[in-house]
Nanobody, 124 residues
């Protein structure tokens, strides 16, 4: 049974930081494309960070320079370090995995496995 369990969300003030985690079981994160998606109020779910089996990464422009996707292969866990958070980052964040090592196409339907989502709220 493949499971992804996301955690680490919470409420922070603007400028704060959070680190999200995604623990995988029945699935090896190091050999698959892993990603973080988010869904902001009134908007479609969007991919914001991707890491391929080759270790190459890509980011949406909205988070580039502020968020960093990484993985700990020994712990079989995906991470998203979020710095300089602002209210526009408020969203439900989901980790996701593909059954393949490459990330293209970058669309939700290409990802087979999903975490349950963790809420991030940024407000003063």
């Amino acid at each position: 049974q493949v499971q992804l369990v996301g955690s680490g969300g919470g409420s922070v003030q603007p400028g704060g930081s959070l680190r999200l985690s995604c623990a995988a079981s029945g699935y090896t994160v190091s050999t698959h494309c892993m990603a973080w998606f988010r869904q902001r109020p009134g908007k479609e779910r969007e991919g914001i960070a991707f890491i391929a089996a080759t270790h190459t990464t890509s980011y949406a422009n909205s988070v580039k320079g502020r968020f960093t996707i990484s993985r700990d292969n020994d712990k079989n866990t995906l991470f998203l370090q979020m710095n300089s958070l602002n209210p526009d980052d408020t969203a439900m964040y989901y980790c996701a995995g593909r059954p393949l090592g490459w990330c293209w196409p970058i669309q939700p339907s290409a990802f087979t496995y999903w975490g349950q989502g963790t809420q991030v709220t940024v407000s003063s």
